[in-house]
């Protein structure tokens, strides 16, 4: 099975900072690479499909990069709301489909 | 607009059983893939099981491969996951996602509590 490595495993960050979060799969996995949100106590939300795209709906300061074995989701502005925990998700070729650990990200 | 609402949730003695059920609506049903994806408490996200818009494709995750069946019924707009022989690492939250373009989570329930204690 295709494993997926998130780093860090947390972060602290403050309102307005830039942050980023890694995900590096054991093999490559072209840009078969989903990130998703989750806020606590509710469903997680696509947040950037296909390694790069923009989930309709979701703000422009998300973004994705990367194809291959090595995936980056950025925030460019930290706001109020983007306190959660945050988890990659390859869906590369017939299932098993995989998720990263998560990434947390507190206020600092 | 896109909805997904799982039921059948709740307590299960292990060895026991239970049918979990996701029912869509806001889309045409049958043209979409349907996922189960778990979370156990305090824990992330694990992939369990697949089935095609046609029921055709069905994939499962070892962990549930013998003791878990999914199946649908698109007259009825639902995929249902039946749970038998659940053990304690069962216990968990069960969203059902739809499946966009083959590979894409676009769309999650709320999610159905399972509990598997004696």
């Known amino acids: 099975d295709i494993q997926l490595t998130q780093s860090p495993s947390s972060l602290s960050a403050s309102f307005g900072d830039r942050v980023t979060i890694t995900c590096r799969s054991s093999q490559r996995i072209d840009k078969y690479l989903n990130w998703y949100q989750q806020k606590p106590g509710k469903a997680p939300k696509l947040l950037i499909y296909s390694a790069s795209n923009l989930q309709s709906g979701v703000p422009s300061r998300f973004s994705g990069s990367g194809s291959g074995t090595d995936f980056t989701l950025t925030i460019s502005s930290l706001q109020p709301e983007d306190f959660a925990t945050y988890y990659c998700q390859q869906s590369y070729n017939t299932p098993p489909w995989t998720f990263g650990q998560g990434t947390r990200v507190e206020v600092k | 607009e896109v909805q997904l609402v799982e039921s059948g949730g709740g307590l299960v003695q292990p060895g026991g059983s239970l049918r979990l059920s996701c029912a869509g609506s806001g889309f045409t049903f049958s043209a979409y893939g349907i996922n189960w994806v778990r979370q156990a408490p305090g824990k992330g996200l694990e992939w369990v099981s697949y089935i095609s818009g046609s029921g055709s494709a069905i994939y499962y995750a070892d962990s549930v491969k013998g003791r878990f069946t999914i199946s649908r019924d698109n007259a009825k707009n639902s995929v249902f996951l039946q749970m038998n022989s659940p053990r304690a690492e069962d216990t968990a939250i069960y969203y059902c996602?739809?499946?966009?373009?083959?590979?894409?989570?676009?769309?999650w329930g709320q999610g159905t509590l399972v509990t598997v204690s004696s």
């Open positions: 996602t739809r499946i966009e373009m083959i590979t894409i989570f676009d769309n």
